[in-house]
């Protein structure tokens, strides 16, 4: 089993918050970079589906991780 990520094109764009859930592992660490090849390669939209990581988990973010993650932020970072 390839541990690549492999994102597959779609032929339209997804609209629909539950569309995306269906289709997509919002919460895969290679999430990002699936998008920029997505965008890279002119998709119109794409999915997870075919993806040996598609589901893996790296957690659901709660607010808090990312509340001093800004530069700039109070904590100086």
């Known amino acids: 089993m390839s541990i690549t990520p492999c994102p597959t094109p779609l032929p339209c764009a997804l609209r629909e918050e539950e569309a995306v859930e269906s289709q997509r592992n919002l919460f895969c660490l290679h999430y990002d970079g699936c998008l920029h090849q997505a965008v890279r390669?002119?998709?119109?939209?794409?999915?997870?589906?075919?993806?040996?990581?598609?589901?893996?988990?790296a957690g659901k973010p709660v607010a808090k991780d990312y509340a001093h993650a800004r530069p700039g932020s109070p904590d100086g970072t």
């Open 41 to 57: 390669r002119g998709w119109d939209g794409w999915s997870c589906r075919q993806c040996p990581l598609r589901d893996w988990r």
